[in-house]
């Protein structure tokens, strides 16, 4: 017998015989080591944000707010959440470049800690907002600066970007502060990639950031209440790549953190993680229903594919790279031959898998996309094709619980009201015969 994946002692195949597949499902346990791990040598003036656009599932965020984690939030919904989840307002900011004018209302109405501020658009309505509500609006600033810090996936910083104001648009603004009544400047946000897989990276981020926020502050005569030093720290998914260590993280991060305190020692700092948080917990069960040969390739054609897993496609990169995967139901059997694993839709993008190397593959295995638990079906097309969204499971303390249960049909039908006129048989008046002035070939006629 060859061994099988299991999640905190509950095997893979009990898991999809009680919950289906495609599904995810998360291990509660790595994602508590996964916070505490830098939470326990993080210098304790960081508070570690929560950033559910890498997972807004509801579950996942209550549990990583049991642990210690606050949120950030760029939508109503997730800010409702947050909420639903737990989390103190004091505990929540709100950003994104698009907020809408009920988003606005509803950061004040839950009175979240900030409201991350990209455009001076975006500060003018808020002030209209907050005089409507008869408050003061609490505003980090979010800058998007010169400088730019070489080493992540993707770089925000020194580039024409949605996010933010430009720094030294920020710097020549004349009467930031005091021209909104109804605006208080408390705090400074700067995020400069994603995907960061260097400490040094992170701590040169960092100096660079508070640096930025304290010569903001005082150019503009606001108390610096907060300082969100964004964060992108990256999680190993391909070959030569290697986790962060959070010890190392700490080494380089809590002596510039420190050296800001003695300056501010009231000023909260704020680290947002959403991949590092949520990535290795996850994995993507997706059930084999057929294999076949083409052209001299094998092909596993599963139950889930690209519309729930959009990020293993790995679209952007010149030559693909898979996510770690693995034949979840028989682990310890050596690869024999490469497979193309592919999904259900109908087009040859859905390969959630290249050449990769397994046992040989019969219709009823599981294969799994590990660390998977960011950026998953929240970014993906789930509707396409219809599918909807896949179940997804947490382990949590020895226990399984459905988190989400997937989108079946009448969940997706629901949101298409059915009129009746639609929906009756239609009179079709030959098209050639029709009489305004088009022709059948669409030309208008001129007799
Ligand atoms: C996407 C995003 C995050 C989370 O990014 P990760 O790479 O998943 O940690 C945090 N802050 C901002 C501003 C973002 O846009």
Avoid at 14 to 20: N, S, T, Y
Avoid at 79 to 100: E, N, Y
Avoid at 227 to 249: N, Q
């Amino acid at each position: 017998m060859t061994a099988e994946h299991d999640v905190q002692g509950i095997g893979i195949t009990e898991l999809a015989e009680r919950f289906g597949t495609p599904m995810f499902v998360y291990d509660g346990e790595a994602l508590r080591r996964q916070y505490q791990g830098l939470r326990e040598r993080l210098h304790p003036a960081v508070d570690m944000f929560f950033s559910l656009k890498a997972n807004p599932n509801l579950s996942i965020c209550a549990v990583l707010h049991s642990y210690g984690a606050c949120a950030e939030v760029s939508s109503l919904t997730e800010l409702i959440t947050a909420r639903r989840a737990g989390v103190a307002p004091r505990d929540i900011i709100f950003l994104g470049p698009g907020k809408s004018r009920d988003e606005l209302a509803a950061c004040l109405r839950e009175q979240v800690y900030a409201v991350v501020v990209e455009s001076f658009g975006e500060l003018e309505l808020l002030d209209e907002v907050a005089a409507e509500h008869g408050v003061v609006a609490p505003v980090a600033l979010r800058v998007n600066p010169e400088f730019a810090v070489k080493g992540g996936g993707l770089t925000m910083g020194g580039k024409p970007r949605q996010f933010g104001i430009d720094e030294a648009q920020l710097f020549a603004a004349a009467d930031l502060g005091v021209r909104l009544p109804n605006i208080r400047l408390m705090g400074v946000h700067a995020y400069l990639g994603t995907r960061i897989l260097s400490e040094e990276v992170i701590a040169e981020n960092t100096t660079r950031i508070l640096d930025l926020a304290e010569r903001l502050a005082e150019r503009h005569g606001f108390p610096l209440e907060m300082v969100d030093i964004g964060g992108g720290l990256g999680v190993a998914y391909f070959e030569g790549e290697t986790d962060l260590d959070p010890a190392l993280v700490a080494e380089r991060v809590n002596p510039v953190v420190e050296a800001f305190r003695t300056r501010h020692p009231d000023t909260r700092v704020i680290m947002e993680l959403g991949r590092y948080l949520t990535a290795p917990s996850g994995v993507y069960v997706v059930g084999v229903r057929y294999v076949k040969e083409s052209m001299g390739q094998r092909f596993a054609v599963a139950d889930g594919g690209t519309n729930h897993h959009m990020a293993a496609v790995g679209t952007g990169s010149f030559v693909k790279r898979n996510y770690p995967m693995v034949l979840l139901n028989r682990v310890t059997e050596p690869a024999a031959a490469e497979w193309q694993v592919t999904g259900p839709l109908c087009t040859p993008n859905d390969t959630i898998g290249k050449n990769v190397p397994l046992p040989a593959v019969r219709p009823g295995d599981l294969i799994g996309v590990l660390r998977s638990g960011a950026y998953g079906p929240t970014a993906s097309p789930v509707h396409f094709l219809s599918h909807g969204y896949p179940a997804e499971v947490l382990v949590h303390e020895g226990r399984a619980y459905l988190i989400r249960h997937r989108d079946d049909p009448e969940d997706l039908l629901s949101h298409q009201p059915m009129h009746e006129d639609l929906t009756t048989p239609a009179q079709l008046v030959p098209a050639a015969s029709t009489s305004n002035g088009h022709t059948s070939n669409g030309r208008i006629r001129v007799s």
